[in-house]
């Protein structure tokens, strides 16, 4: 089955202790993207990466970092995390021939 | 920079009842524009992508059609399954970004 996997599905974390969000999808894609969904703003794409080793930002990248080694995988890390990055999180990667884009089911994250 | 702008936020209707969501946008260079739909505390599912000016696609109750300055989501004699948040996005030809919508909220009432 196709899809995105994303742990873990909820944290709670306090101010500047440093964590990963993993995402992985099984189906080849090369681009992949992390947004955040804020009540009022909708998806903002924070980063994205359009092959192994490529990435770029998007329209919020402050405050995070993210990887991309292996095709499958692209991690989202926060090196010191503060209350405004609590929010709904989404990885998401897209298909090449067909536009497709799948979402994986989302990380919910406080930070206090 | 890119926009996109939904409209109406929310909608309210009666089953049955068929209604058009909206999406303007601007962007530099379109290299697609997309459809979701995401049901509460879920990640958005795939709809539709829509390429150029004049493209329609159908998805059973669905129908999204494009310009070069808005899209349309049809909904026809919508069911309460139907009811969710309608997202809208827009690809950059240029740079690959992806720039979201604020959505439409659909309601179906049984």
């Known amino acids: 089955e196709a899809q995105v996997t994303q742990n873990p599905r909820y944290l709670i974390t306090v101010t500047g202790k440093k964590l990963t969000v993993t995402c992985s999808q099984n189906?080849?894609?090369?681009?992949m993207s992390w947004y955040r969904q804020d009540p009022g703003l909708g998806l903002r794409q924070i980063y994205y990466s359009m092959n192994v080793e490529v990435t770029d930002k998007g329209d919020v990248p402050e405050g995070y970092k993210v990887s991309r080694k292996e095709k499958r995988n692209f991690p989202l890390i926060l090196e010191s995390p503060s209350p405004n990055q609590t929010s709904l999180y989404f990885c998401?990667?897209?298909?090449?021939?067909?536009?497709?884009?799948?979402f994986g089911p989302g990380t919910r994250l406080t930070v206090t | 920079e890119d926009q996109v702008t939904q409209s109406p936020e929310a909608l309210r209707l009666q089953e049955g009842e068929s209604s058009s969501l909206n999406c303007s946008y601007t962007v530099s260079g379109l290299r697609g524009l997309f459809w979701y739909r995401q049901d509460p505390g879920k990640g958005p599912e795939f709809l539709f992508t829509?390429?150029?000016a004049g493209e329609e696609k159908e998805k059973e109750r669905l129908k999204a059609t494009l310009t070069k300055k808005e899209s349309f989501l049809h909904i026809t004699a919508p069911k309460p399954e139907d009811s969710a948040t309608y997202l809208c996005a827009v690809q950059n030809f240029g740079n690959e970004k992806l720039t979201f919508g604020t959505g439409t909220r659909l309601t179906i009432i049984p």
């Open positions: 189906m080849n894609h090369e681009y």
């Open positions: 998401a990667s897209l298909s090449g021939s067909g536009h497709e884009q799948y």
């Open positions: 829509l390429y150029s």
